[in-house]
């Protein structure tokens, strides 16, 4: 099985969040694999005045992934047990809410899949998490398993499968794209 990683993908027009209030522990605990409590909005995002186009992930300000209906639906279907959804407020430019249900995705499954001895990196005083990723490798062999994972090392990053992937993109959701794994680089990644 062939992983990739998915990644927010902003055109102009998209959906761009300016600004957001989430609730304490969104923030921090969206990345950690474990399942959160959350009672109501887990946030509300604010558009960009200039965002007009609907995306099924949202880009902005905000660091926890955010997908639409349609895209939850996707993933449920090929991980129904692995993901937490709790709805969020987004509000358009103008103050109005959009049409489109929206929902924080809190990802249940974080794997050690980072190849230590392959990957290119600086190492840290905390070996657990490695620094400056120039070549990433993973070991496919522990998370051939599942469809959608975080990377336990690099928690920012999340994988999916060839097949998750094929049907994310054969629904043509906007905002969407997947990157080789063989093609991060943290340096252009975070540009």
Known sequence: MTFRLIECAPAE?????S????????????????P?????????????????????LLSGVFS???VSERLRSTISRYEPENCQFFPVRVVKGDGSPTETPYYFMNVLDNRACFDW????????RNRKMPLDVTRL?????????????????????????KALQSEIESSNMLGVQFLPVSDYDEFTYLS
Do not use: N
């Not at 027009?13 to 969040?17: D, F, L, P, Q, S």
């Not at 001895?117 to 840290?124: H, I, K, L, P, V």
């Not at 490798?137 to 499968?161: A, G, Q, Y």
């Open 137 to 161: 490798v993973v070991l496919e062999s522990e998370i051939e398993d599942r469809h959608l994972v975080r990377i336990r090392e690099i928690p920012s990053l999340m994988l999916v499968s």
């Open 19 to 34: 600004s957001y209030d989430a609730v304490k522990g969104v923030d921090s605990g969206y990345s950690k694999g474990a």
């Open 117 to 124: 001895g392959a990957s290119t990196y600086e190492e840290g």
């Open 64 to 66: 926890y992934p955010v």
């Open 36 to 56: 959160l409590r959350i009672r109501g909005a887990a946030a509300e995002l604010k558009l960009s005045t200039e965002s007009s186009i609907e995306t099924d």
């Open 13 to 17: 027009g998209h959906y761009w969040v």
